[in-house]
T-cell receptor, first 113, second 114 residues
Framework: DAGVIQSPRHEVTEMGQEVTLRCKPI?????LFWYRQTMMRGLELLIY????????DSGMPEDRFSAKMPNASFSTLKIQPSEPRDSAVYFC???????????FGPGTRLLVL | AQSVAQPEDQVNVAEGNPLTVKCTYS??????LFWYVQYPNRGLQFLLK??????LVKGSYGFEAEFNKSQTSFHLKKPSALVSDSALYFC????????????FGKGTKLSVIP
């Protein structure tokens, strides 16, 4: 199994630009999670999906952030417009419905100038 | 609400010595407990978990963790540290009673000194 796949691995953009992060979960996994990691705040859950439906988006910092999961094998996290304080590493993770363990992707390192 | 505390930001240990990374938790109901490791510029890798059963759980790379219900702890241990164990370690918890959200600790940086 290829594991959770994220793209791009690195993204540098200017303030005000739209940023789209992509995730392909492990095949057969019903849950997908988006996390953000910073030095100051550690690992934060932003949103998670079950069977492509958003279940809890209370961790999404503000309306500039949005996430979609159009099908079982693809999800996006969009920031529009981006700001320097959005600079972080964004992780996607997935797990099976009947399983307990979440598996993480390699992350996207975002730098907003 | 569920929470995890990792009281040490950093742990230093000499190569070959035993290591312990501490974790305490708070959760309603039976806890599901996890340890993950993160190497520089990498994602989190699953090490081990406790769901039920034996309080001593063995995981990847020679690591083990002991679940202590009375102390609400789940400390990570290894009998003999390797330099390659140097990384950031995260403890996580979720309630077995329906919540699918993991709550992570802040992480502990382990440095194994040659």
């Amino acid at each position: 199994d290829a594991g959770v796949i994220q793209s791009p691995r690195h993204e540098v953009t200017e303030m005000g630009q739209e940023v789209t992060l992509r995730c392909k979960p492990i095949s057969g996994h019903d849950y997908l999670f988006w996390y953000r990691q910073t030095m100051m705040r550690g690992l934060e859950l932003l949103i998670y999906f079950n069977n492509n439906v958003p279940i809890d988006d209370s961790g999404m910092p503000e309306d500039r952030f949005s996430a979609k999961m159009p099908n079982a094998s693809f999800s996006t996290l969009k920031i529009q417009p981006s700001e320097p304080r959005d600079s972080a590493v964004y992780f996607c993770a997935s797990r099976r419905f009947a399983g307990e363990t979440q598996y993480f992707g390699p992350g996207t390192r975002l730098l907003v100038l | 609400a569920q929470s995890v505390a990792q009281p040490e930001d950093q742990v230093n240990v000499a190569e070959g010595n035993p290591l312990t990374v501490k974790c305490t938790y708070s959760v309603s109901g039976n806890p599901y407990l996890f340890w993950y490791v993160q190497y520089p510029n990498r994602g989190l890798q699953f090490l081990l978990k406790y769901i039920t059963g034996d309080n001593l759980v063995k995981g990847s790379y020679g690591f083990e963790a002991e679940f202590n219900k009375s102390q609400t702890s789940f400390h990570l241990k290894k009998p003999s540290a390797l330099v390659s164990d140097s990384a950031l370690y995260f403890c996580a918890v979720r309630s077995g009673a329906g919540s699918y959200q993991l709550t992570f600790g802040k992480g502990t940086k382990l440095s194994v000194i040659p």
